[in-house]
C-alpha cells in the first residue's frame, strides 16, 4: 500500500529521531563498555536496553502510520524509553560512572529526540494521512444475476 508521507521521509531511516537516536544508541553502548564488571546485568544492561528501544520504537510507529493513534503510541513509547534513558545517565552520574560534561551531553541529545518525537506527535496527520481507497474495499458483486 502506498501512504503519502512527509516529502523528506520515505522510510523511518529517514526521520531525523530515529537517525540521532541511532547514533545515541551507539554513544552510550560505547560508554557502558566503560563500566565496572559488576555493573554487568544491571546499570549496563539496563543502560543498553532503553536507549536502543528509543530507535525501535520509531520504527515501529513508522509501520502504524497507518492508524494514527497507533503512530502516536508508539512514538509515546519511543519518548518513555528516551526518558528512561535519562533516568540510567542521573543514575551514572550520581554513582560517578558519568561526568558531569558527558552527562550534560547526553541529556541535551535525549532532549532532542524528545523534542524531535513531540514534534511528529503534534503533526502525525501529516504522518498517518491514507489514500481514500486505503480504509475500504473496491466494490464488489455478492450476488450472481
Known amino acids: 500500500m502506498n501512504y503519502p508521507t512527509p516529502s523528506f521521509a520515505r522510510t523511518f531511516r529517514d526521520l531525523v529521531?530515529?537517525?540521532?537516536?541511532?547514533?545515541?544508541?551507539?554513544?552510550?553502548?560505547?560508554?557502558?563498555?566503560t563500566l565496572p564488571k559488576d555493573e554487568e546485568y544491571s546499570l549496563k544492561d539496563q543502560m543498553r536496553r532503553a536507549s536502543r528501544s528509543i530507535g525501535a520504537q520509531i520504527a515501529e510507529a513508522?509501520?502504524?502510520?497507518?492508524?494514527?493513534?497507533?503512530?502516536?503510541?508508539?512514538?509515546?513509547?519511543?519518548?518513555?524509553?528516551?526518558?528512561?534513558?535519562?533516568?540510567?545517565?542521573?543514575?551514572a552520574l550520581d554513582c560517578r560512572y558519568l561526568d558531569k560534561v558527558h552527562y550534560v551531553q547526553f541529556i541535551e541529545r535525549l532532549e532532542e529526540i524528545n523534542r524531535l518525537i513531540h514534534g511528529m506527535i503534534n503533526k502525525a496527520d501529516s504522518f498517518c494521512s491514507a489514500s481514500p481507497s486505503a480504509f475500504h474495499e473496491e466494490t464488489a458483486e455478492y450476488f450472481s444475476k
Open 62 to 91: 513508522w509501520a502504524k502510520r497507518r492508524y494514527e493513534k497507533h503512530f502516536i503510541s508508539k512514538l509515546t513509547d519511543a519518548d518513555a524509553e528516551q526518558t528512561e534513558t535519562q533516568h540510567w545517565m542521573d543514575i
Open 17 to 33: 529521531a530515529h537517525s540521532k537516536a541511532r547514533a545515541l544508541a551507539r554513544d552510550v553502548f560505547d560508554f557502558t563498555l
